[in-house]
Nanobody, 131 residues
């Protein structure tokens, strides 16, 4: 059974940083896309960032960020640990939300990562940014 376990959330002041981790277990695939979504109180869940990669050599890693986090958030992965990270810098109160990790056994090229349609979800981790 695939499991995604998020960690790293917490309370931080505006301008501060947090790093979220998403450790995947029982998730092995030639093609992988993992990403982060968030949901603030009273709002719909929104896409934050995604990273897509493949064991097929000519397929380079694809990254995608929603406009509101570009230049502040960085998504990365550690294959040895089967973990994806979201480094969040210059946090703003509007970044406050529950952050969810998600995964799909599919590769997306850079111009199509917006089609990310997760098969698996984590339980979420709370990020609170105080002003």
């Amino acid at each position: 059974q695939v499991q995604l376990a998020e960690s790293g959330g917490g309370l931080v002041q505006a301008g501060g940083s947090l790093r979220l981790s998403c450790a995947a277990s029982n998730f092995v695939s030639r093609d992988v896309t993992m990403g982060w979504f968030r949901q603030a109180p009273g709002k719909e869940r929104e896409f934050v960032a995604t990273i897509s990669w493949s064991a097929v050599k000519f397929r380079g890693a694809s990254l995608y960020y929603t406009d509101s986090v570009k230049g502040r958030f960085t998504i990365s992965r550690d294959d040895a640990k089967n973990t994806v990270y979201l480094q969040m810098n210059s946090l703003k109160p509007e970044d406050t939300a529950i952050y969810y990790c998600a995964a799909e056994r599919r590769y997306y090229a850079s111009n199509s990562v917006g089609l990310f349609d997760p098969d698996y979800w984590g339980q979420g981790t709370q990020v609170t940014v105080s002003s």
